[in-house]
């Protein structure tokens, strides 16, 4: 299964959060509204709009799943 990038946005009384997350192809198209779930902490939020679709760099799942990853693994600014 392909995972195209997308920017959404969300909003919630006067905020407006912005998001940009891979989402699967089926799910990633313009102006659809959608509900989430963060990795981390397991929460559902809805009414998340994709904005735009980057339909240029279809990646398969093993890819983001890893690329999503690789922040833990990066040094901090404090270890040169």
Do not use: Y
Not at 34 to 47: C, H, V
């Amino acid at each position: 299964m392909d995972f195209l990038q997308c920017a959404m946005e969300r909003k919630e009384g006067d905020a407006k959060e912005t998001l940009v997350s891979w989402l699967p192809q089926k799910f990633a198209q313009q102006g659809r509204v959608l509900k989430l779930q963060n990795r981390e902490s397991k929460i559902w939020t809805d009414g998340w709009i994709v904005k735009s679709v980057n339909k240029h760099m279809p990646l398969d799942e093993e890819i983001v799943v890893k690329r999503s990853m690789a922040h833990t693994k990066q040094r901090g600014v404090s270890d040169i």
